[in-house]
């Protein structure tokens, strides 16, 4: 499967413990996508990256929130201290954005549920 | 929010009628996207117009732009019950580049 892999697709923890996410991008797409959904919404933007360098993070965005990309491959989002309203689905894209107008694909999303 | 916004919130039509969605942007874009949701799945890209297009199709979809009034719709013609998703348009621009959503419409086509 060459698609966009987020893992794990769900998890469940406790209300303060940390959990890390990971996106592996299609392979030869350097511009990655994080977004958070939750029931009955569009993706929300968090963050997002050309190749290693992170270009923006939304200011909705907390400082429990981090995302790395190092090598400019996978990507891992971080949240630190969960806290029930961190419960959502956290989706993953990327795009070639080589050139603008190419679409991003998208993972199954990781969802999140804080206890 | 930076989000745009779209509507109807919730469409339900009969199969073989027309759907229309309509969305709002905000910023100035290089393109504007469709993407489908099904229920608890990832989205899936459905077409892409540019800044300098009007209007595009694609099998049973249109889409046109306003970039006058920063809006675009997309008409899915002859519906179909596997069309029951959710529809988000997602604009490319802004100082960054970055692909912002709409808030989505629930779209219910009933056999």
């Known amino acids: 499967d060459t698609g966009v892999s987020q893992n794990p697709r769900h998890k469940i923890t406790k209300r303060g413990q940390n959990v890390t996410f990971r996106c592996d991008p299609i392979?030869?797409?350097?511009?990655l996508y994080w977004y958070r959904q939750t029931l009955g919404q569009g993706p929300e933007f968090l963050t997002y990256?050309?190749?290693?360098?992170?270009?923006?993070k939304s200011r909705l965005l907390s400082d429990r929130f981090s995302a790395e990309r190092p090598k400019g491959s996978f990507s891992t989002l971080e949240i630190q201290r969960t806290e029930q309203g961190d419960s959502a689905m956290y989706l993953c894209?990327?795009?070639?954005?080589?050139?603008?107008?190419?679409?991003?694909?998208f993972g199954q999303g990781t969802r999140l549920t804080v206890v | 929010s930076q989000q745009g916004e779209e509507d109807p919130q919730a469409l339900s039509i009969q199969e073989g009628e027309n759907a229309t969605m309509n969305c709002s942007y905000k910023?100035?874009?290089?393109?504007l996207q469709w993407y489908r949701q099904n229920s608890g799945r990832g989205l899936v890209h459905l077409i892409l117009?540019?800044?300098?297009?009007r209007e595009k199709h694609s099998g049973r979809l249109r889409v046109t732009l306003d970039t006058s009034k920063k809006s675009s719709s997309l008409l899915i013609t002859a519906s179909r019950a596997a069309d029951t998703a959710s529809y988000f348009c997602?604009?490319?621009?802004?100082?960054?580049?970055?692909?912002?959503f709409g808030t989505g419409t629930l779209l219910a086509v009933q056999p």
């Open positions: 894209a990327s795009s070639t954005g080589v050139k603008m107008n190419t679409e991003a694909f």
């Open positions: 392979s030869e797409h350097n511009r």
């Open positions: 990256f050309q190749n290693e360098a992170q270009l923006e």
């Open positions: 910023t100035s874009i290089n393109n």
């Open positions: 117009i540019r800044s300098n297009e």
């Open positions: 997602a604009s490319l621009g802004g100082a960054t580049n970055k692909l912002i």
